[in-house]
C-alpha cells in the first residue's frame, strides 16, 4: 500500500490563483518531505522540502505546511503561472533523506491563461 | 538534467527476454537509484546503491536486479521481461548530507514489453 497518499490526482486553476495539493503520510519515522516537479518528458526536480522541525517553508511562490500531529503536508501555489503546468510529487523519507524515498502517486497541474 | 544520462531512452522488447538498462553520472555522487513511474502510482524505489560495495532492495526489486560498476554508473538488469514491467524507469543520484538531500533525476527510459 501506498505510504504517502496525494490528493487531488489532477488540479485545474488559473492564472494568478492558488494552487494547493496535499498529501498524507502514515510512518512517523519519516522525518523528511521534499516536492518534486516533472515537466513531460524530463525526470522530476526538487521543488523545495521540509522537515518537521517548522511547520511552514516558503520559497518565492512555493510554500510547505506541514501538520506533525495530522501527519500531512500540503503544497501552495502562490500566483499561479501556466509555467507550473507540470506534475508535482509530494515524497518522504527517513534519516533526513538518506534512505529510501517513498512517493505520492502526483497530481497533474494545469494552469490557464 | 545532462549530468545524468540514461541509455537507451526508449526500448521495446519481447516477454521473456533480458534487458539492462544504464545510468551514468558526472556529478561525482556516491549514492544512486532506480525508481519505476506508473500512471496513477507516482514514483517506486526499485534498488538503490550508497557507494559501490552497498546495494540495498527498495520498496519493488522482485523481478530485478542491478550492478553498480563504478561510482559514476549504475545499471538496472530485468533477467525475464514480462508485460507489467511496461512503465517509465529513472536513475538518481544524490550525494550524501548537505541540506536539501536532492535527488537528481536523468530523463527516463521508457521501456515496452509486449
Known amino acids: 500500500q501506498q505510504q504517502v497518499k496525494q490528493s487531488p490526482q489532477s488540479l485545474i486553476v488559473q492564472k494568478g490563483g492558488i494552487s494547493i495539493i496535499n498529501c498524507a503520510y502514515e510512518n512517523t519515522a519519516f522525518d523528511y518531505f521534499p516536492w518534486y516537479q516533472q515537466f513531460p518528458g524530463k525526470g522530476p526536480a526538487l521543488l523545495i522540502a521540509i522537515r518537521p522541525d517548522v511547520s511552514e517553508k516558503k520559497e518565492g511562490r512555493f510554500t510547505i505546511s506541514f501538520n506533525k500531529s495530522a501527519k500531512q503536508f500540503s503544497l501552495h501555489i502562490m500566483d499561479s503561472q501556466p509555467g507550473d503546468s507540470a506534475t508535482y510529487f509530494c515524497a518522504a523519507s527517513m534519516e533526513w533523506g538518506n534512505n529510501d524515498m517513498r512517493f505520492g502517486a502526483g497530481t497533474r497541474l494545469t494552469v490557464k491563461p | 538534467d545532462a549530468d545524468v544520462t540514461q541509455t537507451p531512452r526508449n526500448r521495446i522488447t519481447k516477454t521473456g527476454k533480458r534487458i539492462m538498462l544504464e545510468c551514468s553520472q558526472t556529478?561525482?555522487?556516491?549514492?544512486m537509484y532506480w525508481y519505476r513511474q506508473d500512471p496513477g502510482l507516482g514514483l517506486r524505489l526499485i534498488y538503490y546503491?550508497?557507494?559501490?560495495?552497498?546495494?540495498n532492495k527498495g520498496e519493488i526489486s522482485d523481478g530485478y536486479s542491478v550492478s553498480r560498476q563504478a561510482q559514476a554508473k549504475f545499471s538496472l538488469s530485468l533477467e525475464s521481461a514480462i508485460p507489467n514491467q511496461t512503465a517509465l524507469y529513472f536513475c538518481?543520484?544524490?550525494?550524501f548530507g548537505g541540506g536539501r538531500n536532492e535527488q537528481f533525476f536523468g530523463p527516463g527510459t521508457r521501456l515496452t514489453v509486449l
Open positions: 546503491s550508497f557507494d559501490v560495495k552497498d546495494i
Open positions: 538518481a543520484t544524490s550525494d
Open positions: 556529478k561525482g555522487h556516491d549514492r
